[in-house]
Structure formats: structure tokens, C-alpha cells
């Protein structure tokens, strides 16, 4: 009998994409953007223009697989991205993505995760895997079969289920398994499932749950693999960083990282005074039990003996890069010594900025170095020391890389 998994994928590919959408966005996001893959696997550092591989594994309906070759072929990179998904329904809309895009660096391969090693795919410079491992029989095993397949310098961009802010998803899943039997089909099993969400009381923990809200507006596909999913499991910051090491790897950072920082929430000096005192996993595991929404983590993992760290950003070497942000519309916007406020599921971020926030926003090309920026400032202000503009710098980087939208390039390897 087929994988319960894998007829689920077939019947209703996810999430939901229409390939005519192409001609009018590119979505992007994380994990795998380009300038943030580099930054956190590679230190900034990574050449594009030697041969890169990247697989995308569970490529679904195509969005990293999609976003990845696009920016590969725009950086103009010697790449190859390889789209691995079991569901061959899945992967026709993954592949009319690409021919919308007329992408030619995209190889589709129908396979098996579980059968990963006998597929012959080869080594690769970076993997994504998000939303596949928790839905494996054995995520340990498929973490490590994708770690196996990794360069020693390259990395993972991973995401997974987090359990505090699916709160009320699994006493419903386990609510619709007593109603169900093995014999009902997906339309059966949808429509029960929409009968049941129909009637649940005000007191329900999923209505409860403001933050679920995306699966439920995706239509069929996305209220089955919400509810009805026949393997799907969350894991906690701690539970996320054993999966990894268990595997030989090392958790280099979760994105957006400010969300993972209990000082994000607190401000009280006695209780900064403690958090100082925590590990970094600890501080993440803080911040998850503290702010509650958190419903997956993503994040970045290279192989352990890997020393690899995001660079620091305080070397004038550095181009800083925003992700997706307007430099123009940004340095119109900032206000000296403001905050920077961003939205994520229910929490409203403060992030301190420095007096500078302003000109240095409007200065950011993704072409200047820390160097230059601070020359170009100093054309205005004279007196501008390094030493002041980079401890500016360092509280503007923590707020925007904070919420994922600026990396740092730094000159290649
Ligand atoms: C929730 S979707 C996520 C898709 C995509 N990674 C994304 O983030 O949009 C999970 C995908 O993993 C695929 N998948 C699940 N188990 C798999 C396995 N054992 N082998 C290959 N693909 C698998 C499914 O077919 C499905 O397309």
C-alpha cells in the first residue's frame, strides 16, 4: 500500500501554487534566500562563481527550489539546484514554475527521502529542507542522510514544526483521528474535518490560537495538512538543537534571530541580568517560552567540525545587503534613535536604532562596504570616527538582521 504521506501530496500538492503568479512575484523568504544562506553557511564569504550545488529536499510546490534558481541565475552563479520530491503532482507545479521563469538551472528528480542514499544524487554545497523532516517515520535518520550528502563547507537551511505556537493543532488532529476510519477517503476525511471546524466551541485551543491562521485560508490542501496530516510532529528549541547535533551537525543560527532573543521581550534589569548568564540554546529556548508564537523554527546547521560563523559586522570590508527592503524608502522612514518596529504572528518588535539609523539606511546598496558607507557619512559629518560609526553600525545590524533583512557579503574565499 502506498505511504499514506505521499498519496496525501499527490491528491493535494502544498502549499498551493498557480504557475500563471510567476509573471507578477518572486516569493522569497526563509531559509535559503541567497544573501542569507551566505552569510550563515558561508560567513559571507561564498564565491558563486565556482560550481555550486544546491538541493531542495521535499521541493514541494517549488517556492525555495524556485527562489534559489532565480537568484542563482540573477548573481549569475555557476549552479545547479535539485529539486527532490516524492509527489509527482507536486512536482508538475514546481516544474511549470521554472518553465514560467524559463529556469534552466533546476534538475527534477521523483524520489523518496527515505530511500535518500540509493537516489544518486551526488554531494552538494547547501540543502533545504523545510516543513519534510518532521513528516518523515524517522527524522533523525532522514537529517542524517541529508548530512551525509553535504560538502564539509556547506550548510542546511532547515525548518521545522515548533510546538508552543501550534498550540490546539494536535488535540484536533488526534479529535478528527477518533472520528475517522482507515477506509475513509481524503474527501471524506476534509469533509468531516470541515464539519468539525464548523462547530468548535469559543473555548477550542486551535480557535483560541489566533496565530494559525495561513493553513486555514489555503483551501482543501491546506486545511488537510493542518488537520489531517497522517505524520507530523514539533519540536521545541532544545528538541531542535539534539536533532541536530544527534546528526553530527552544528545549529549556527535560528532566523529571524531577534525572535530568539529573550531581550527582545524583557527589558528589566534584573531578569537581562540572569538571561546574560544562559547559553545561546538556552536564550532561545527563553525566548520561545516567553513570546509563545513561534510556530516553526527555522534555521541554519553546517557540519560540526565546521568553525564557520556569521561574520561580525564590524570589518570595513563588509558590504551589508538588505533582504527585500527599499534603501530609499527605508532611509525616508527611520527616524534618528528610533525603533525599529516589524510584525511577526501577534508580536509587534521595538529594536533600538542608533542616531545614524537614517543615513546609514539610505546608504546601503548592497555594492558599499562598511568602509565606505562610513566615508560617505564623513563627507557629511567630518568628525564621524570608525570606532563611533561601528558601534552605530552594530546596533543598526542587530535590529535588521535581527528581523532577517540585512546580511553581510564578505570578499570571497
Ligand atoms: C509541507 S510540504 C513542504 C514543501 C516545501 N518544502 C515548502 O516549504 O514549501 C512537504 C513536502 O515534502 C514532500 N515529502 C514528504 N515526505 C517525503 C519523502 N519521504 N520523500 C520525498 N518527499 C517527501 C511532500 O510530497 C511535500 O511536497
Known amino acids: 500500500m502506498a505511504d499514506p504521506v505521499q498519496e496525501h501530496y499527490e491528491a493535494l500538492p502544498y502549499p498551493p501554487r498557480d504557475p500563471r503568479d ?20 558561508y560567513g559571507g564569504a561564498r564565491d558563486f562563481g565556482k560550481p555550486f550545488r544546491a538541493l531542495v529536499a521535499g521541493g514541494g ?12 541565475a540573477d548573481a549569475g552563479a555557476n ?28 534538475r527534477f528528480v521523483s524520489g523518496s527521502l527515505i530511500e535518500f542514499g540509493s537516489l544518486g544524487l551526488g554531494r552538494f ?45 494536535y488535540p484536533l488532529q488526534e ?35 489566533p496565530f494559525v491562521t495561513d493553513h486555514l485560508t489555503e483551501g482543501d490542501s491546506g486545511i488537510f495538512d493542518l488537520l489531517l496530516h497522517a505524520r507530523d510532529r514539533a519540536y521545541d528549541v532544545a528538541e531542535t538543537n539534539d536533532f541536530v547535533e544527534a546528526a553530527a551537525l552544528r545549529l549556527v543560527a535560528f532566523v529571524p534571530e531577534a525572535r530568539y532573543r529573550p531581550e527582545s521581550y ?32 527555522v534555521f541554519y546547521a553546517v557540519k560540526r567540525a565546521n568553525p564557520v560563523t556569521p561574520p561580525a559586522p564590524d570589518r570595513p570590508d563588509l558590504v551589508p545587503v538588505y533582504c527585500e527592503l527599499d534603501p530609499a524608502e527605508l532611509g525616508a522612514k527611520l527616524k534618528p534613535a528610533g525603533v525599529l518596529t516589524a510584525s511577526f504572528e501577534g508580536w509587534q518588535s521595538k529594536l533600538p536604532l542608533p542616531p545614524l539609523a537614517p543615513a546609514i539606511a539610505g546608504l546601503i546598496d548592497g555594492k558599499r562596504n562598511l568602509g ?29 538582521n535581527g528581523i532577517a533583512r540585512l546580511m553581510l557579503r564578505a570578499p570571497s574565499r
Open 61 to 72: 510546490t517549488g517556492d525555495a527550489a524556485i527562489m534559489l534558481a532565480q537568484q542563482l
Open 22 to 41: 510567476e509573471a507578477k512575484r518572486l516569493i522569497t523568504g526563509s531559509p535559503s534566500r541567497l544573501d542569507e544562506l551566505n552569510h550563515y553557511v
Open 266 to 297: 524583557v527589558s528589566d534589569a534584573a531578569l537581562l541580568k540572569r538571561i546574560e548568564r544562559l547559553s545561546p540554546i538556552e536564550r532561545a529556548a527563553l525566548a520561545e517560552n516567553i513570546v509563545g508564537n513561534l510556530k516553526s523554527h
Open 125 to 169: 554545497d547547501y540543502i533545504d529542507c523545510c516543513g519534510v523532516l518532521h513528516h518523515l517515520p524517522d527524522p533523525a535518520a532522514g537529517l542524517a542522510s541529508l548530512a551525509g550528502a553535504l560538502n564539509d563547507e556547506g550548510g542546511l537551511g532547515l525548518m521545522l514544526y515548533a510546538r508552543l505556537g501550534r498550540t490546539g493543532i
Open 175 to 209: 479529535a478528527l483521528r477518533g472520528l475517522l476510519n482507515d477506509a475513509d477517503n481524503i474527501d471524506t476525511r476534509l469533509a468531516v474535518a470541515k464539519k468539525l471546524l464548523a462547530q468548535l466551541p469559543a473555548t477550542n485551543w486551535l480557535k483560541r490560537n
Open 372 to 400: 565606505q558607507v562610513h566615508a560617505a557619512l564623513r563627507e557629511r559629518r567630518a568628525d564621524l570616527a570608525w570606532d563611533e560609526f561601528a558601534a552605530q553600525f552594530r546596533v543598526f545590524y542587530a535590529a535588521f
Open 79 to 106: 549552479a545547479e539546484v535539485v529539486y527532490l520530491d516524492w509527489s509527482k503532482t507536486t512536482r508538475a507545479v514546481a516544474e511549470a514554475r521554472a518553465a514560467a521563469r524559463r529556469l534552466t538551472n533546476i
